[in-house]
Nanobody
Framework: QLQLTESGGGSVQAGGSLRLSCTPS??????????VAWFRQAPGKEREGIAT????????YIADSVKGRFTISPENAENTVYLQMNSLKSEDTAIYYC?????????????????WGQGTQVTVSL
């Protein structure tokens, strides 16, 4: 059974940076070429899909809300997908989730991903 583990969350001041990691157990992203995504959910708000990518670099999607500030990238040697978050704002405060899907779709967040991590908290203070 695939399990996804997120790490790298924490507290940071506005304008700062964090890098989140998504690592699977039970899979190698570069072999399966799964679609890996990052979502976030802020208190009282709906879950928002913010980025997708495959291990081979295809299927790239970045939400307008984070474009120019966040970057998603696969690091196949580490079997990890990173979300680099720069110029953080207070409105980026949320729980960030990694998700993966193996059915071939990527480049969009408008479908139900198969596997989810437990999430990691990101808090941005003014």
């Amino acid at each position: 059974q695939l399990q996804l583990t997120e790490s790298g969350g924490g507290s940071v001041q506005a304008g700062g940076s964090l890098r989140l990691s998504c690592t699977p157990s039970g899979d190698t992203f570069s072999k399966s070429n799964a679609c890996v995504a990052w979502f976030r959910q802020a208190p009282g708000k709906e879950r928002e899909g913010i980025a997708t990518i495959r291990a081979d670099g295809t299927g790239l999607y970045i939400a307008d809300s984070v474009k120019g500030r966040f970057t998603i990238s696969p690091e196949n040697a580490e079997n990890t997908v990173y979300l680099q978050m720069n110029s953080l704002k207070s409105e980026d405060t949320a729980i960030y989730y990694c998700a993966a899907d193996y059915r071939g779709i990527c480049g969009t967040v408008r479908f139900p991903f198969e596997y989810w991590g437990q999430g990691t908290q990101v808090t941005v203070s003014l």
